[in-house]
């Protein structure tokens, strides 16, 4: 279990990672969508579609928060640092659903506002660029805007 | 890089309820210029989806953050302000807080008589008016649980003329029935020879003695960045009219660094903090269609025993603002999105800054150039949270809900009213696991007499320049206890009267 010492480690080692474009993180946004929206409608096949809305919303935030949320998911892609924050020693790749699925769950309930704090934010992000698309709504049985308003 | 100079009587910074409604009476004196730094988009650019509303007509994009990233905040940015995306609930201010105001700060110029003939031009031009249509059976159910429980209630006034009852008031009017400062003043600002200047982001006032020279702005994108080839704008006036609402006028304030002896630029931040309770009905609610706000109840809106006092409302709900209010992940977070069209939802609005416990936020300074709202979490606040979901699980329950859901980290749907009960009696009051938000920015330059406590005076003028005036939401020494958007329109409208009595 990480204790405090070795979490403000942690935290100086993110505060100097290297800012990575986000598309280098692609197999990782990708499991990551896999996990997150598990139980929805959305699966792997709709990954291209769910993920430009995902971009396009990480591009409207802040900067700073952009910045942020690069740096973990750089934190995310090194072996220490990612086991530090509470994921697998070894690269994600698809057999570490369970894995990812822990570790967020770890984050849920974690001592530290940082964790607690960026499972809100890539989950609301995550969670609203794919309820934000025509193709979530079959599934949560919204019929869309309505397209006439002469009949209302 | 182009740079231009633009001169006129007045500059008017932001298009919301106040420098609109100030516009439309100012320009019709004066040259008036209007600078907004969100796009203009009108009824044609409305097409009800939140993928294209939330970025161009949101403050980031419809999660304006605290600093800890607590709290999102939705407040509007394009032309019009948050008037052009509100929920329409337009009520007069309470007298409580008008006496309150009155009695604590000094507040004269704001009374229940001098804002009367105010109140009822702007419900006349504004068409706010009590909804004479059904309710959706969104807010019914949640006026037939009330009914039962003998809660007081009653239908909200709302600024619309012709309304077709669709429901995606948040996303912009698609058909120009809500009065906003869009389709109502601004126009008439602009037919009596107002220029408005959008995507142009006042960056600094710049000053010399007690006097605003200019106004330093550039051109940003429809989504806030800088343009890559940016033009600058000088506006050169004799008066300025700070109307950039909460958050973003002390900002601007405070990046021009005026004078602010007594530190109260930025202090006295208010939210009305909301929690929200999520009902599962049977049928299905929809609550997606319809007036999104129609039934109101102050009954526990000013209690006694001096707890946060609050008001019950129902929000529209929306697939992607909902899911990302629910914040888990997983088959935890979509099987609760799958019951989305039978979800019933309340809301209540915690009237902040009443109580010694409840001071409200801080702007402060984050970063180089950056900014942010610190906004306060302790027990007396927590406490009212707490005691709101729970008056909203009784409703729910009373009017036949199946299962509610608090909105809570670790909450699940729960059947009965003594889980809902026992959950609140034992759960993290955390501020990442207890969901708040806000849709209400007040205060951060409080009108009041005594300098020392505030940050413009009766005139709404600031304390320390004679030419630089603030007409917004942020002048508010509490928050109101009601949706602002009445009484920023009606403020405005009586200091801008008095501001033409003075230099016409």
């Known amino acids: 279990m990480l204790d405090r010492r070795h979490f403000l480690k942690w935290g100086v080692l993110l505060t100097f990672m290297p800012l990575p474009a986000l598309s280098k993180e692609i197999g990782f946004i990708r499991l990551f969508a896999d996990v997150a929206l598990q139980g929805s409608s959305y699966n792997d096949s709709q990954f291209e579609v769910w993920n430009s809305s995902f971009q396009q919303a990480v591009s409207f935030r802040p900067i700073h928060e952009q910045e942020e949320l690069s740096r973990l998911l750089s934190a995310l892609d090194f072996a220490p640092s990612r086991w530090l924050l509470g994921g697998p020693w070894k690269s994600w790749s698809l057999e570490r659903r369970s894995d990812l699925d822990l570790m967020l769950s770890s984050w849920k309930t974690s001592r530290f506002s940082l964790l607690k704090k960026g499972y809100s934010g890539l989950i609301s992000l995550t969670q609203s660029s794919w309820y934000a698309l025509d193709p979530s709504w079959p599934g949560i049985d919204y019929p869309g805007p309505p397209s006439k308003w002469w009949a209302t | 890089m182009s740079e231009q100079v633009v001169e006129a009587d007045i500059v008017i910074i932001g298009t919301g309820a106040g420098g609109g409604e100030a516009a439309k009476l100012l320009s019709k004196h004066f040259k008036v210029v209007m600078v907004e730094e969100g796009p203009h988009r009108t009824s044609d650019d409305f097409k009800m989806k939140e993928s294209t509303a939330y970025p161009e007509l949101y403050q980031d994009s419809g999660a304006r953050l605290t600093v800890d990233g607590a709290i999102k905040i939705l407040q509007g ?14 009520f007069r201010t309470p007298l409580e807080t008008l006496n309150h105001w009155n009695k604590e700060y000094g507040v004269n110029s704001l009374t ?41 209630h009653g239908v909200i006034p709302r600024n619309v003329k012709g309304c077709l009852n669709l429901g995606y008031c948040g996303m912009g009017c698609p058909t120009n029935a809500k009065q906003s400062t869009l389709v109502n003043a601004i126009p008439r600002a602009i037919e009596n020879g107002a220029k408005l200047f959008s995507q142009f982001r006042v960056e600094r006032l710049l000053w010399k003695m007690d006097k605003i020279v200019e106004a330093l702005a550039y051109s940003v994108t429809p989504n806030g960045r800088h343009e890559a080839n940016k033009k600058t704008l000088r506006f050169k006036a004799r008066h300025f009219l700070l109307c950039g609402g909460g958050i973003n006028t002390p900002i601007l304030l405070m990046k021009s660094d005026l004078p602010d002896p007594y530190f109260n630029i930025g202090n006295r931040t208010f939210l009305h903090p909301v929690t929200i309770s999520l009902a599962q009905f049977k049928q299905k609610v929809e609550a997606y269609q319809g007036a999104p706000q129609s039934i109101y109840s102050d009954h526990f809106l000013w209690p006694e025993d001096n707890s946060l006092g609050f008001k019950i409302e129902a929000p529209p709900i929306h697939p992607a603002l909902t899911s990302s209010l629910i914040n888990n992940h997983g088959n935890e977070a979509s099987d609760m999105m799958k019951k989305f069209a039978h979800f019933q939802g309340t809301i209540a609005l915690g009237r902040d800054g009443f109580h010694e416990q409840s001071q409200g936020g801080r702007v402060v300074m984050t970063g180089s150039e950056r900014f942010g709202l610190d906004y306060p979490w302790n027990d007396y606040l927590t406490d009212g949270y707490k005691k709101a979901l729970l008056t909203m699980a009784t409703i729910q329950f009373e009017a036949g809900a199946e299962s509610v859901y608090p909105l809570h980290r670790f909450a699940r749907p729960y059947k009965t009213l003594s889980d809902v009960k026992n959950f609140l009696a034992s759960c993290s009051v955390d501020r990442y696991d207890l969901q708040v938000v806000s ?16 940050v413009v005076d009766n005139y709404g003028r600031f304390h320390q320049m004679s030419n630089l005036f603030i007409f917004d939401g942020s002048i508010f020494p509490t928050s109101l206890g009601v949706n602002p958007t009445e009484s920023i329109l009606s403020f405005s409208s009586l200091l801008t009267h008095q501001l033409i009595e003075k230099i016409k």
């Open chain 2, 439 to 454: 849709a209400h920015v007040m205060g951060g330059a409080a009108m009041g007499s005594d300098e020392k406590k505030s």
């Open chain 2, 77 to 90: 940015k394009s032309v019009g302000g948050s008037t052009t995306v509100n929920w329409t609930s337009s």
């Open chain 2, 112 to 152: 229940q008589e001098s804002l009367l003939p105010h109140f009822s031009r702007i419900e006349d031009e504004y068409g706010i008016a009590p909804w004479d249509g059904e309710p959706n059976l969104n807010n019914q159910l949640m006026a037939n649980g009330m009914s039962n429980l003998g809660i007081r």
